[in-house]
Structure formats: C-alpha cells, structure tokens
C-alpha cells in the first residue's frame, strides 16, 4: 500500500510540474508585418517613406491556453523602436508614430527623439471598457495578435537603418492586460514576458536592398549590437 501512495505522490507531483510548464510555455513578443523576402522593408518612392505595423503577439505552444483569451484581452500597450546601426551617410530615422486610437480610445502618447533614433507609443483602453482589446483586431492582426500602431521611417533612397522593436526601457507596467499582469515582465509559472532575456526582440530593414555582401555586412553588425545589448 505505502509503494502505491508513493507513485501515486510521484504522479502526481509531474502532473504539477508539466502543468507549469504548459503554462510557462505562452510568450509575449512585439512583431511587425511579414518581413519581404529580401529582409529589407522597402522604401515607397512616391514618399520616401515606409510605414510598418506594430503588434502583440502571443505564442502558445505545448496545447498551452491563451493567457490573453484567459484574462480578457489588452487593456494598454507600450512599445518602443529604437535605430540599431545605420547605413550611408544620411541614415534611416523615425518620422512618425501613430497609435491604435480605434480600439485604444483612451489615453495614448507618443514620442519621438530629436534625432529621429527611437521613439515609443503608449495607449490605453477607454475608462468605461469592460474588457481589453482581443486578437485579431484589424489592420493585418493574425489570429494571436493585437494591433498597436504603426512607425513611419523616412531614409533616403542610398540609406537603410537597423532598427528593433520591443519593451519600452526602463520595463514596467507598459503592456498590461484587461486584469493588470504586465506583459512585458515574466510572471513564474505563467507565461514568460516580452521583455525576457530568452525572447529576441524583432529586428527590422529599412532602406533601399544593398548587394549581397553590403547585406552579410550590415547583418554582421546587428548581430554584434543585439549581443551586447542583452550584456
């Protein structure tokens, strides 16, 4: 009788442990359109400019439930772009942020530095919403995102700018959902957040499409900054 309780009590404590890990297996990341096969998000020649969606993303994995289904959806959102490295002699800059003020139609901010380097957007649901905004919320949102806003680049023609897209610094209350769990900071257990150390910020091109080896070039060097960034 003692044996059987004793692996019953094993059975029952793995059940627990994959149980957390089941949940520990949904991850917030912030993502934008479908990257072009070249890499580089191109610029519109009749502007000048190039304009790329930002979203929430939630990946569940391991037949790990929603977190966001679970707790009713974003209740405010925070996201910051800010330029890695850059390309020619008048490189990429911010030119413009602009928020979801359908679905976040409360208070909202934006900010962009002198230089056009980094910039951040910061909105909430209305005051009298009843639940956060859910997946799939228009404007190209897949089946496990939220639409944010868009960035607006405006480089030259000869110039690109590496540019990443994640958690507003310091991290902190920025993304939440609709019950208050910040999305941004890895709750144990439960879901890791997109500002975790395991989770790699998105990564963007913009600018005309160099040569092949301008490409590995410039890669080359992202890669360094991304290293020394997560040091």
């Known amino acids: 009788m003692m044996r059987k309780l004793s692996i019953l009590g094993v059975a029952a404590a793995l059940g627990m442990v994959a149980a ?16 072009p096969s070249t890499g580089f998000f191109p610029v519109d020649p009749a502007t000048n400019t190039v304009t790329v969606r930002l979203y929430l993303e939630e990946d569940d994995t391991a ?11 974003v ?16 490189p990429a800059i911010i030119s413009a942020v602009t928020p979801d003020a ?10 962009i530095s002198t230089d056009g380097t980094s910039a951040t957007i910061l909105e909430g ?14 404007n190209g949102a897949g089946s496990n995102q939220v639409y944010i806003g868009s960035v607006t680049f405006d480089p030259l023609p000869s110039d690109a ?16 959902d609709f019950n208050g769990d910040d999305l941004d900071t890895t709750s144990p257990g439960n879901y890791t957040g997109a500002a975790d150390p395991s989770v790699q910020p998105t ?14 070039l410039f890669g080359l060097g992202a890669i360094g900054l991304l290293a020394r960034r997560r040091k």
């Open 63 to 73: 037949g790990s439930a929603s977190w966001l289904k679970a707790n009713m959806g």
């Open 125 to 138: 649901t209305s005051t009298t919403a009843t639940t956060g905004v859910p997946f799939a919320n228009g």
């Open 161 to 176: 700018g590496l540019f990443a897209i994640g958690p507003i610094q310091p991290v902190g209350g920025n993304t939440l």
């Open 102 to 111: 359908t679905d976040f139609s409360g208070p909202s901010n934006t900010s």
């Open 203 to 216: 990564v963007i091109q913009v600018g005309v499409v160099p040569e092949p080896a301008s490409i590995g």
């Open 75 to 90: 209740f405010g959102a925070g996201v910051m772009i800010s330029r890695m490295s850059a390309k020619g002699a008048t």
């Open 20 to 35: 957390q890990q089941a949940k520990a297996s949904v991850t917030f990341r912030y993502v934008t359109d479908p990257v």
